[in-house]
């Protein structure tokens, strides 16, 4: 009788730690991110009544009798099944479509969490609002390549801080140059059809080059290029020439090249190879040149892979930095600790650090967060079993406390 006692008591204690897993699961259903839990029971030590004998002399074996002496808690499981993801609208919030997590500092310690509800912070860092820890990547260097061996740093975001600018290096022509244009071999040459473009120095200034074209001989012309009252060197004139079907086949000349005072020279390719000599009006034209005034970064965009790109009021956009993703060999083993984070435990295993989609890590959702796992219908329907469980174990204790006032009375 005793013995049912206790073991009833095992019942009771450890159905309400699965209660209370339970009740946490439930509290946390609308949890960003949120991993729910099981419990695991096992029995305990059992008490031999009899042991087991073999058959012998014509007769069977004897089964061994045993009297379980309660049950214990086995394990209480994280369960780190995809939870359902939910689009937000908002640049910063950040979800992994897959494994992984996000690396997370709090200045001391890293940690490692799938909530990636972002904003940017005073300091223009990426942060974690809710708890002030700043999620870790890689900076991008000042041509926008980023280096993903370096050491893991914050992530800044700049929004009207920082400027760019680039200088032009490379033009392209395309339109086409009238087959009937009259020859103008001079000297002087007699401009045909004239282009002009803006291109940039270092610092960002404005430069008007402008490329004379003039018809010198059938299906072959000049071109010289003049910027203001700057001297120019002397790759900055040529020839072209074309076939009969109007093809360009040869140019000469290049880079277009001066000195602008205070800032280092510009030298410009150029690429003709658009042109074409056909009957028609003369429309050649500088289709694009790859120099960028100064610029505020005036917003920004997170790809599925972590790189985040800075969008500048020039139209230039570059590489500001990439969100690292961590996986674990056993993510069941990591340990919870509070704010949605989780830190390494002696059965997780190392962080395998990379960027999103390489190594079995997921893919990043930009404006999207990802919802609690819990399912309210098996959380109800483990809340009914458990109680009916703990109700059954404390009649076991009325029942085997009526017969122990039995026994007692047996002396009346």
């Known amino acids: 009788m005793q013995r049912s006692l206790f073991t009833a008591v095992s019942g009771l204690r450890n159905h ?3 209660m209370d897993v339970i009740g946490n699961n439930i509290a946390n259903v609308n949890t960003t991110a949120f991993k729910g839990g099981r419990v695991r029971f096992q029995d305990i030590l059992s008490q031999n009544i009899r042991g087991a004998s073999a058959p012998q002399l014509g ?9 379980g002496l309660g049950m214990s808690i086995g394990a209480i499981d994280t369960i780190h099944n995809q939870g359902s993801l939910q689009n937000t609208g908002r640049l910063t919030d950040l979800a992994i479509q897959g494994n992984g997590f996000f690396v997370m500092s709090d200045g001391i310690n890293r940690f490692y969490t799938r909530d990636g509800a972002f904003s940017v912070g ?14 870790l990547g890689w ?4 041509a926008g390549n980023i280096d993903t061996n370096l050491p893991l740093r914050t992530l800044n975001i700049p929004i009207g801080n920082r400027v760019n600018t680039r200088a032009t290096e490379n033009l392209v022509l395309g339109g086409n140059l009238d087959a009937l244009t009259a020859i103008h071999p001079g000297p002087p040459a007699l401009p045909s059809h004239t282009a002009e473009v803006i291109a940039y120095d270092s610092q960002g200034g404005m430069h008007t080059i402008s490329i004379a074209l003039t018809k010198t001989a059938s299906n072959a012309w000049s071109w010289a290029a003049t910027s203001g009252a700057h001297v120019m060197t002397a790759g900055s004139s040529g020839t072209l020439t074309f076939d009969a079907s109007g093809n360009l086949t040869a140019s000469t000349g290049g880079p277009i ?5 205070g800032v280092a020279p510009l030298s410009v390719a150029v690429d003709f190879s658009g042109l074409t000599q056909v009957v028609g009006r003369s429309s050649a034209m500088v289709r694009s040149q790859d120099g960028f005034p100064v610029g505020e970064l005036e ?12 969008v500048y009021t020039n139209g230039l956009v570059v590489a500001l930095g990439q969100v690292a993703l961590a996986g674990f060999p056993n993510p069941e083993g990591l340990q919870k600790a509070a704010a949605n984070m989780f830190q390494i435990s002696s059965n997780s295993g190392l962080p395998r650090i990379g960027g999103a ?12 967060l990802e919802m609690s796992n819990v399912d309210l219908s098996v959380e109800f329907t483990e809340m009914i079993t458990t109680s009916r469980a703990f109700q059954a174990n404390s009649r076991m204790i009325s029942a085997s406390d009526d017969l122990l006032q039995e026994v007692v009375n047996l002396k009346r």
Not at 59 to 67: D, E, L
Not at 257 to 261: A, L, V
Not at 299 to 310: C, D, E, Q, R, Y
């Open 357 to 368: 989609g390489l190594e079995g890590r997921g893919m990043i959702e930009t404006a999207t």
């Open 139 to 142: 900076a991008a260097d000042a």
């Open 16 to 18: 309400q730690v699965k």
């Open 257 to 261: 090249g001066f000195s602008p005072p």
């Open 299 to 310: 917003s920004f965009m997170i790809g599925n892979t972590g790189v985040i790109n800075g």
């Open 59 to 67: 007769r069977g074996g004897i089964n061994p009798a045993q009297v």
């Open 122 to 135: 005073a300091d223009g860092d990426l942060v974690n609002a809710s708890n002030g820890f700043k999620p």
